[in-house]
């Protein structure tokens, strides 16, 4: 009695094959990365070592701007509106750090402007291509509730209010009410698909 041995399985690749690249470019972020924090620790051990002011820190500060802005691709969500609202995030994270490291008390002044400007850039491209671009939204309504929840505590006592914290608010709220007055619909579609309630 002979047994009969199984034909062998033939897998079907779906995924298209991988092109032949070189180590620079395989590995291009994780060389800027180590390039970046090198650059980081020589400048913190030199400032250290010759005392002073701190001005390690704004070119850390700087170092970490530029690699979210131009350097850093997410795995998840690489989209323009995330971008758009992560460099925001840290370009006013750094004006901080500037005005706490250099001093002059101006970010109050200046922070707000940046960040109701990175606003209406970011919502401007969300409204004007929002068909493409309705899955984006929740960086950009994070950004709008940082923004509402600074103008709030402005409001309320806790922080200097000023024509720029105003703008802030008017800005946020205007776009947060547009969003919902154009697209409700689609807009609340996907925050259930989001959050799958």
């Not at 650059?39 to 400032?47: E, P, S």
């Not at 309705?134 to 994070?142: A, T, Y």
Request: proline share 6%.
């Amino acid at each position: 009695m002979t047994r009969e041995t199984p034909a062998p399985m033939r897998v079907h690749i779906t995924y298209p094959p991988g092109t032949p690249q070189s180590f620079w470019r395989r590995n291009r972020q994780a060389l800027w990365r180590s390039a970046f924090v090198l650059a980081g620790y020589l400048c913190l051990i030199i400032n250290l070592l010759t005392g002073g002011r701190a001005w390690s820190l704004i070119v850390i500060g700087g170092l970490m701007t530029f690699w979210v802005t131009f350097v850093y691709q997410p795995q998840v969500e690489a989209t323009p509106i995330k971008k758009l609202c992560d460099t925001a995030l840290a370009v006013c994270l750094y004006l901080l750090l500037l005005d706490s490291v250099v001093g002059g008390g101006w970010r109050g002044f200046v922070v707000p402007i940046v960040f109701f400007a990175e606003l209406i850039v970011t919502g401007g491209y969300f409204l004007l291509f929002f068909h493409k671009r309705k899955r984006d939204f929740l960086p950009l309504f994070e950004l709008i509730l940082i923004g509402l929840a600074g103008t709030l505590l402005s409001l309320a006592g806790l922080k200097r209010l000023n024509w720029p914290m105003i703008v802030v608010g008017v800005v946020s709220l205007g776009l947060l009410s547009l969003s919902f007055l154009l697209f409700r619909r689609p807009l609340w579609l996907e925050i259930r698909k989001k959050f799958h309630t």
